[in-house]
């Protein structure tokens, strides 16, 4: 019997919060930065560990990562602004941020691209970041 040869994790960047009990999936997906490791999946090592012992078995590891935006501020009109504890070398450089508005119309895809969705919309076309 053949099982599968892909493992998929959710994003190991470091978040936002850091969650020690259950599983809290949307937390993964607000970085802070674009270090390996968090308080869900565990340390940089404990991925370098998950991937030795899944390549021994012949299984690849496809690991999830955001790169557009970062975890917010909160709710209301902070949803824009990235969470205090986002790397400050990105936090503190204004020309690595989109304009801090939400999407009005998704239909109009500059929209889509250069605003915000309910959090810190990262200036990809910025080549420094």
Same mark, same amino acid.
């Given at each position: 019997?053949r099982g599968t040869g892909l493992l998929l994790t ?9 969650? #020690? ?5 949307? +937390?993964? %997906? ?5 270090? +390996? ?19 021994? %078995? ?11 935006? #970062? ?5 209301? /009109?902070?949803? %824009?602004?990235?969470?205090? =504890? ?6 503190? /450089?204004? %020309? ?8 009005? /119309?998704? =239909? ?8 915000? +969705?309910?959090l810190s919309d990262l200036n990809m076309? =910025?080549?420094?970041?």
């Open positions: 019997m959710s994003p190991i960047q470091a978040n936002k919060e850091g969650v #020690t009990e259950g599983s809290k999936w949307w +937390i993964l %997906y607000q970085p802070i930065n674009f270090n +390996i490791g968090n308080s869900q999946l565990g340390s940089r090592e404990d991925f370098k560990q998950l991937c030795q012992e899944a390549h021994k %078995y012949g299984i690849s590891v496809i690991v999830d990562v955001v790169a557009n935006h #970062t975890g917010n501020a909160g709710g209301g /009109n902070q949803q %824009y602004q990235p969470a205090h =504890n986002v790397d400050l070398v990105i936090k503190n /450089n204004r %020309y690595f941020w989109h304009e801090a508005r939400g999407v009005e /119309n998704w =239909n109009d895809r500059w929209q889509v691209t250069q605003w915000g +969705i309910g076309s =910025n080549q420094e970041l």
